[in-house]
């Protein structure tokens, strides 16, 4: 019954959004006509265009095909697995929702927002940790702090002071106070452009994230022959930016060029992506084919893909996101992930199931490669760049094989028996 009623659901969506029939069939790249009878369910509808039509909309997928009850059903099922200590009847998740579909809501929506609470805190940390603007901000909070109090101590506990001194130090007092003020809004505002900005950016690397990010990692240009030289890259405020872009849209060109999309398109019908299948067909090393398959466009594999590049010193160098995926940008990501663990295996290809731990266990697969750059003359030690291609594991395919369990970083992570731990986690009471 959910299924046949797909249509139905993608009507209420496309009313709900404010788009008339013709203008959402413009989007997806269907007739008016056609939309009309699949929104009547006289049409079946799945795979690229369901995806499509669901981007259009910005909404899951699945809330278009299994509807909002089976929605909520999965995210009761998701706090009930997060909930440490509890042993949740989940047998009764169906009867539960349909008997108090308000307190279902109400449990699934407090659970969502725990998990944005946790990648806040995260982000906080890394920034914190690694943002300069950040640093010197919280030091001006805390020096202005230390020199009120200094002042302030002085004023208490001294108890004759001669006018001309008092006045001198209620004056320090009061600029002081002002100083704190200031640097305190000015901190505030920082942090809720942080996280409210649709990208955070700030350096280079960040600013070509957010650049590719915005094409959908896609680039139909190249694809169709044309440079890189001839991408538009104005959105690139930094000249730094734009040269990194540069580098990044030379190393897609070559990729696109050694393995073209017909080709990939008909090699993927044949069956699941397999880098090493792929990279035999093609000629290509393990390094080209991840790469590859990331910026392929959206419907070509049957899940989203992301993407992990790193050098030696283990700095990342690009990150392309995927739904549940939180590495850190800046550093003191945790060692476990396979991306690390290559640059111990040069030109060996890896394979691993990895769970992602938090309050929403994540499972991927993952596969790295570490290569090593060319090198300028002899003698000269090669300098090793790794790379990781990152795939969500659907729900049927979770548990069925051991998995290695990895955090975003110590200071976040769950895992106290963790042998690779730097510090112990700031989160406490099951985080």
Not at 6 to 24: D, F, N, P, Y
Not at 51 to 78: F, K, W, Y
Not at 395 to 419: F, K, L, Y
Request: glycine share 6%; charged share 25%; aromatic share 6%.
């Amino acid at each position: 019954m959910r299924d046949t009623l797909t249509g139905s659901r993608i009507r209420e969506r496309r009313q709900i959004a404010g788009l008339r029939q013709a203008e959402l069939a413009r989007q997806v790249g269907i007739s008016a006509s056609y939309l009309n009878l699949i929104e009547h369910n006289r049409r079946r509808i799945g795979g690229k265009l369901l995806v499509d039509i669901a981007n259009a909309l910005s909404v899951e997928p699945s809330l278009l095909t299994q509807g909002i009850e089976a929605t909520l059903i999965s995210a009761l099922r998701e706090a009930a697995a997060d909930a440490l200590g509890q042993q949740a009847e989940v047998d009764a998740l169906e009867e539960f929702a349909g008997r108090f579909p308000g307190w279902a809501a109400v449990l699934a929506q407090m659970h969502r927002r725990v998990v944005s609470l946790e990648r806040t805190v995260e982000t906080l940390s890394d920034r914190l940790t690694h943002d300069p603007h950040l640093a010197a901000s919280m030091h001006e909070v805390l020096s202005t702090a230390a020199a009120i109090r200094s002042t302030a101590a002085i004023l208490a506990e001294t108890q004759e002071i001669e006018p001309e001194w008092q006045d001198r130090f209620h004056r320090n007092l009061h600029q002081d106070a002002e100083r704190l003020a200031d640097s305190s809004k000015s901190l505030v505002a920082y942090l809720d452009d942080s996280e409210t900005a649709e990208d955070r950016r700030g350096v280079p690397s960040e600013d070509v994230e957010a650049f590719f990010a915005a094409n959908r990692n896609h680039f139909p240009q190249i694809e169709a022959g044309s440079s890189s030289a001839e991408i538009d890259l104005s959105a690139l405020e930094s000249p730094a930016a734009r040269t990194v872009a540069k580098t990044f849209l030379d190393v897609y060109a070559t990729d696109a060029q050694a393995m073209p999309l017909e080709d990939i398109q008909k090699a993927l019908a044949e069956g699941e992506p397999d880098p090493l299948r792929l990279a035999r067909r093609f000629s290509v090393d393990i390094a080209t084919v991840l790469r590859r398959l990331a910026a392929l466009p959206d419907g070509y594999q049957g899940r989203p893909t992301g993407l992990v590049l790193c050098d030696a010193s283990g700095s990342i160098l690009f990150s392309k996101s995927v739904p549940g995926f939180a590495m850190p940008r800046f550093g003191e990501a945790c060692p476990l992930w396979p991306v690390f663990q290559a640059l111990n295996r040069p030109l060996v290809p890896i394979r691993k199931r990895v769970v992602q731990l938090g309050r929403t266990a994540a499972e991927f697969d993952c596969y790295a490669y570490a290569w090593p750059q060319s090198v300028s003359g002899y003698d000269d030690a090669p300098v090793y760049h790794s790379v990781m291609l990152v795939r969500p594991v659907n729900e049927a395919e979770q548990n069925t094989q051991p998995a290695t369990r990895v955090g975003p970083s110590c200071r976040v992570c769950p895992n106290d028996t963790c042998a690779s731990r730097r510090e112990p986690s700031i989160l406490s009471e099951g985080f």
